[in-house]
């Protein structure tokens, strides 16, 4: 309360200090008793303030005033001695005047001669004191780089977490309208089928609730450490140097979780991708297999897959679609489903009127977060079609012959001898062979900017019944 009091109203008007025994006039002024009687001693009795004479030789003491700035300068030397008691070591009582590098804290000469920090490395105060300031200052800028990321990070989850609703829906709808093309002798497995999307929805849903809010706890936590490191920082020196260690331990303590988005998508191609033949011994006469189907989750925004994932066509009106880490992000490029890491695989690709595609495998770790070209030190292994002419896409890419523009190319994959080569279809005629020794997973890769489609091919399904 005493400190609250603003010290110009206990400064006498004379001595301009605390006063000192005030005296209280008749005209309401207070002066130290010394300083009015040296005043009135020199000449004319009067206040020195309004000049009204004074009508006693010895004016009363105004004890309130008096006790106010009793107490005033009593905690004036509190404050001072906790000052002192701050800026002395409690082991030897001497002023602080270095700072141990070593175990981050104020010292004084005897500390440093001293066992405990005799070969530690110090520094004078002033210089110790800049220098952590610029060390605090950098763990802030590192903390505030670290809550924008988790920001992004948590705007793009709530973005997904819409996302997923909507794949839901459409998922769930793609699901009953090829049902639907089966009737009811397929009914039950329908509703096996809307159960399991259902149910993947609930996990991926829990999962980006549980995401999100461990992102908001992250957000809560460095933005708590941000502020009271800046609060520290407003401390006077001794003070930040003494409690140095633990708010730098604090802030290098902070790290992100998991901030992973991967997989965090509705697998659509998992409820989709050749149904009509998974179900196939209720309705044989209905079935088309194809040997792959597309990845939605990594098609680039202006790619526009058909319904069950086997065509894709390109469009200038991009999709409403996340930025999840599977996606390609600068070229039109999709890759399928479907993981190719042994054995022999082949798929075939109607190419129509289509002017401008690429066609091939991709590793698993292809950049899809930058354009490169689709070259094996990339890790794709393509032919391409453009401007009329076939090119293997080598280092440089190798200009190739043919007698005739084919309509459907076959991809063939051999992962264990090393080759991917591509055949037209119409006579089996080899356009081009890949070698390559591979050392990660593959996956079937698609490539158009053209608004004609590329479609995979179904194969034909041969059911053979064994003999007991």
Same mark, same amino acid.
């Given at each position: 309360?005493?400190?609250?009091?603003?010290?110009?109203?206990?400064?006498?008007?004379?001595?301009?200090?605390?006063?000192?025994?005030?005296?209280?006039l008749?005209?309401?002024h207070?002066?130290?008793?010394s300083?009015?009687?040296?005043? @009135?001693?020199?000449g #004319?009795?009067?206040?020195? #303030?309004?000049?009204?004479?004074?009508?006693? /030789?010895?004016?009363?003491?105004?004890?309130?005033?008096?006790?106010?700035?009793?107490?005033?300068?009593q905690?004036?030397?509190?404050?001072?001695?906790?000052?002192?008691?701050?800026?002395?070591?409690?082991?030897?009582?001497?002023?602080?005047?270095?700072?141990?590098?070593?175990?981050?804290?104020?010292?004084?000469?005897d500390?440093?001669?001293?066992?405990?920090?005799?070969?530690?490395?110090?520094?004078?105060?002033?210089?110790?004191?800049?220098?952590?300031?610029?060390?605090?200052?950098?763990?802030?800028?590192?903390?505030?780089?670290?809550?924008?990321?988790?920001?992004? #990070?948590?705007?793009?989850?709530?973005g997904?977490?819409?996302?997923?609703?909507?794949?839901?829906?459409?998922?769930?709808?793609?699901?009953?309208?090829?049902?639907?093309?089966?009737?009811?002798?397929?009914?039950?497995?329908?509703?096996?089928?809307?159960a399991?999307?259902?149910k993947?929805?609930?996990?991926?849903?829990?999962?980006?609730?549980?995401?999100i809010?461990?992102?908001?706890?992250?957000?809560?936590?460095?933005?708590e450490?941000?502020?009271?490191?800046?609060?520290?920082?407003?401390?006077?020196?001794?003070?930040?140097?003494?409690? =140095?260690?633990t708010?730098?331990?604090?802030?290098?303590?902070?790290?992100?979780?998991?901030?992973?988005?991967?997989?965090l998508?509705?697998?659509?191609?998992?409820?989709?991708?050749?149904?009509?033949?998974?179900? @196939?011994?209720?309705?044989?006469?209905?079935?088309?297999?194809?040997?792959?189907?597309?990845?939605?989750?990594?098609?680039?925004?202006?790619?526009?897959?058909?319904?069950?994932?086997? /065509?894709l066509?390109?469009?200038?009106?991009?999709?409403?679609?996340?930025?999840?880490?599977?996606?390609?992000?600068?070229?039109?490029?999709?890759?399928?489903?479907?993981?190719?890491?042994?054995?022999?695989?082949?798929?075939?690709?109607?190419?129509?009127?289509?002017?401008d @595609?690429?066609?091939?495998?991709?590793?698993?770790?292809?950049?899809?977060?930058?354009?490169? /070209?689709?070259?094996?030190?990339?890790?794709? @292994?393509?032919?391409?079609?453009?401007?009329g002419? =076939?090119?293997?896409?080598?280092?440089?890419?190798?200009?190739?012959t043919?007698?005739?523009?084919?309509?459907q190319?076959?991809?063939?994959?051999?992962?264990?001898?090393?080759m991917?080569?591509?055949?037209?279809?119409?006579?089996?005629?080899?356009i081009?062979?890949?070698?390559?020794?591979?050392?990660?997973?593959?996956?079937?890769? =698609?490539?158009?900017?053209?608004?004609?489609?590329?479609?995979?091919?179904?194969?034909?399904?041969?059911?053979?019944?064994?003999?007991?």
């Amino acid at each position: 309360m005493i400190m609250s009091l603003p010290e110009d109203d206990l400064t006498c008007p004379i001595c301009r200090d605390i006063f000192k025994d005030p005296v209280l006039l008749s005209c309401s002024h207070s002066f130290c008793r010394s300083c009015l009687k040296q005043c @009135w001693d020199s000449g #004319i009795r009067e206040c020195a #303030i309004c000049r009204k004479r004074g009508t006693k /030789s010895n004016p009363p003491s105004n004890l309130a005033l008096k006790n106010v700035c009793e107490a005033l300068q009593q905690v004036k030397r509190q404050n001072s001695q906790q000052l002192e008691d701050k800026m002395s070591c409690s082991l030897h009582g001497k002023t602080f005047k270095h700072f141990c590098l070593i175990d981050k804290q104020p010292i004084c000469v005897d500390c440093q001669v001293s066992r405990l920090h005799k070969n530690h490395e110090c520094l004078p105060m002033e210089e110790a004191m800049l220098d952590c300031k610029d060390e605090l200052a950098l763990c802030i800028k590192n903390l505030q780089d670290k809550l924008e990321h988790l920001k992004r #990070i948590q705007r793009t989850s709530v973005g997904m977490f819409e996302y997923i609703k909507n794949q839901t829906l459409e998922t769930e709808q793609m699901i009953k309208t090829q049902f639907e093309q089966l009737h009811q002798v397929l009914y039950q497995e329908e509703t096996a089928r809307v159960a399991a999307v259902k149910k993947e929805e609930e996990e991926k849903m829990i999962a980006m609730k549980n995401k999100i809010k461990e992102l908001s706890e992250e957000v809560l936590s460095i933005t708590e450490t941000i502020s009271v490191i800046q609060e520290q920082l407003k401390e006077d020196g001794i003070v930040l140097l003494k409690n =140095f260690k633990t708010i730098q331990d604090r802030g290098k303590k902070t790290v992100l979780g998991d901030d992973s988005m991967f997989g965090l998508l509705l697998d659509k191609s998992k409820h989709l991708s050749n149904l009509k033949y998974r179900v @196939w011994e209720k309705m044989l006469d209905h079935v088309a297999y194809t040997p792959v189907t597309l990845d939605p989750n990594t098609a680039h925004p202006n790619l526009f897959l058909s319904h069950d994932l086997t /065509s894709l066509h390109y469009s200038k009106q991009p999709t409403c679609c996340p930025d999840n880490p599977e996606r390609f992000h600068f070229s039109a490029e999709v890759v399928a489903m479907t993981t190719l890491g042994s054995g022999c695989h082949h798929w075939v690709v109607e190419t129509g009127s289509n002017q401008d @595609w690429l066609l091939g495998v991709a590793s698993l770790s292809v950049q899809r977060s930058a354009e490169v /070209s689709a070259r094996p030190e990339n890790g794709f @292994w393509t032919l391409c079609f453009r401007d009329g002419g =076939f090119r293997a896409m080598t280092s440089p890419p190798t200009p190739l012959t043919v007698s005739k523009i084919p309509k459907q190319v076959k991809v063939r994959l051999d992962y264990s001898k090393g080759m991917v080569s591509f055949h037209d279809t119409a006579d089996n005629t080899l356009i081009y062979t890949f070698t390559h020794t591979f050392t990660e997973p593959l996956f079937p890769y =698609f490539y158009t900017q053209s608004s004609h489609p590329l479609r995979i091919m179904p194969e034909e399904v041969i059911v053979t019944k064994l003999q007991q």
